[in-house]
């Protein structure tokens, strides 16, 4: 087996049939698709027990995260190279042939992304480098859109336009390619992680080993998640931020983690004052919303720090 595709999911049912759907077979590419459906009441199990009756299932009773089912997969993969792709995103052309064609002429490589665009076409600014204080810092002040100088869009590589390849310190997990070596050697995902991190800790395990993490322009795919359509939940801000912190404190200790909760619970208040005051004036329904938004995060806050294991906020 060539390659093992793992995709959790999680009440995305029509997004994931057409994501099963773009995974066309390739007799020259023995590949494995793998889903786990983290107790979807969408019916989106049984679609696929039922469309797409050759690729594996695995039907879990409760919600377990995206570390914990993900693992689920990797568990039990056979192939060479095993693929985290999310449910919500399209898989165009050859670009599987093309990904493991690449690792297997780098081996040196331990894991790779490819091109992701947007729904409209536009380039997804995956791949980027570690989110450290510092990045998070310029990013959360909004320094990072200021242009110049070019430094300040550091963090996610903005004066990058995804048209060539380059080394990276963290792969986005919609689309991530990892050799069977190299996670023989770093292991699985870090179950701690409920939903947001997870892959960013595995990307920094995977260079803290001596491998390199490459973005390579041999094909694309397309994310629709990450589109402006995306509802606002206060609680999937808080699982990012705890996400966040425990990644800090993962590899920084606790005065990293502290700083960064206190970075992040100092943003959410900004933005809080920010749209009540502009709801105020303005008086419209999206402004109210996001205030009403940014209250609930800065009144839940305290949830963003992490605690022993993962959970669901």
Not at 40 to 57: H, I, N
Not at 132 to 156: D, E, I, V
Not at 265 to 280: E, I, Q, T, V
Request: include cysteine; hydrophobic fraction near 40%; aromatic fraction near 8%.
């Amino acid at each position: 087996m060539d390659l093992s595709i793992i995709i959790v999911n999680w009440n995305t049912r029509e997004m994931l049939r057409e994501c099963l759907a773009s995974i066309q077979p390739d007799e020259g590419l023995p590949t494995e698709v793998i889903v786990i459906d983290n107790a979807s009441s969408d019916g989106s199990a049984e679609m696929v027990a039922a469309e797409f009756p050759s690729m594996r299932l695995i039907r879990n009773t409760d919600n377990r995260g995206f570390g914990v089912a993900t693992n689920q997969g990797l568990r039990v993969a056979r192939g060479r190279h095993l693929l985290l792709l999310n449910s919500d995103t399209l898989v165009h052309g050859d670009v599987l042939m093309r990904s493991v064609q690449y690792m297997d002429a780098h081996p040196q490589v331990g894991m790779m992304g490819c091109k992701v665009l947007n729904e409209d076409g536009s380039t997804q600014l995956t791949c980027s480098r570690f989110p450290g204080f510092a990045n998070l810092l310029l990013q959360t002040m909004g320094l990072n859109r200021l242009g110049s100088p070019r430094w300040l869009g550091r963090y996610q590589m903005l004066d990058w336009a995804r048209d060539d390849e380059r080394e990276v310190e963290v792969i986005s997990g919609c689309y991530l390619l990892a050799r069977r070596e190299t996670v023989a050697q770093i292991g699985l995902l870090d179950e701690a992680f409920f939903l947001y991190g997870e892959e960013t800790d595995w990307c920094r395990r995977c260079a803290e080993a001596g491998w390199k993490l490459v973005f390579a322009p041999i094909g694309c795919i397309t994310h629709l998640g990450s589109g402006s359509s995306r509802k606002l939940s206060y609680r999937r801000d808080l699982l990012l931020s705890e996400g966040t912190v425990r990644l800090h404190g993962k590899h920084g200790g606790l005065a990293a983690a502290v700083a960064m909760w206190l970075l992040l619970f100092a943003f959410n208040c900004s933005r809080s004052l920010y749209w009540s005051l502009r709801s105020l004036v303005d008086r419209r329904l999206e402004d109210t919303e996001r205030a009403r938004h940014f209250r609930q995060v800065v009144r839940h806050f305290a949830r963003a720090w992490p605690v022993s294991g993962a959970k669901q906020i």
